[in-house]
């Protein structure tokens, strides 16, 4: 898996690289964004990269599946190598370390967000509004779920900082002191 990871994250230097150079960071995290969503699941995945399929059929069911929007003559290189290469699995764990490489030269953090209740708009803005302040004034991306053990607040985890604003931990540490 540690090998899978790292030939990952060779090819998103590879692709940040050029996009970088090519001024075209967001249409690469798009395409990415894209091509991962169709060409990187296990049944396409298994389908391509099946030992019977020629290349001329790979190419041509590449060609088939690859959103009509998407008129990268790099990326869809991109895709033909990863299918020639056995390596088309790779195209998620590919999109996951490009983002993390954009995040980092946009100023962005991700924010892992648990809530009693699912947030309104309003609300997620606020939150990220106020872990913006805590990080530095950097943009933060929230990632939600919710949790109804966690009663009311927020726990919310940047990198490795963790913010915990729950009722259940306010409760659990008011029992502590009580006792």
Do not use: C
């Not at 075209?24 to 049944?43: E, H, I, V, Y």
């Not at 190419?59 to 690859?66: A, E, G, M, P, Q």
């Not at 959103?67 to 999109?95: E, S």
């Amino acid at each position: 898996m540690a090998l899978r990871g790292a030939a990952a994250r060779r090819y998103a230097q590879a692709i940040f690289d050029i996009a970088t150079e090519q001024k075209a960071l967001d249409k690469w995290l798009n395409d990415l964004r894209a091509l991962s969503g169709t060409l990187g699941s296990p049944q396409a995945v298994a389908a391509l990269e099946d030992p019977s399929v020629t290349e001329e059929t790979q190419r041509k069911v590449i060609n088939d599946l690859v959103p009509r929007d998407l008129n990268n003559p790099l990326a869809i290189n991109l895709l033909y190598i990863l299918a020639d290469r056995q390596r088309l699995g790779l195209l998620p764990r590919i999109f996951e370390s490009y983002q993390e490489m954009y995040n980092k030269a946009k100023g962005i953090v991700v924010a892992d967000v648990v809530s009693a209740v699912p947030l309104d708009e309003a609300h997620q803005r606020e939150v990220a509004n106020q872990l913006s302040r805590i990080m530095g004034g950097k943009t933060v991306q929230l990632h939600m779920r919710h949790d109804p053990r966690i009663l009311g607040g927020i726990i919310a985890r940047v990198g490795d900082e963790l913010i915990d604003a729950s009722v259940a931990t306010r409760l659990a540490t008011l029992g502590e002191r009580l006792s």
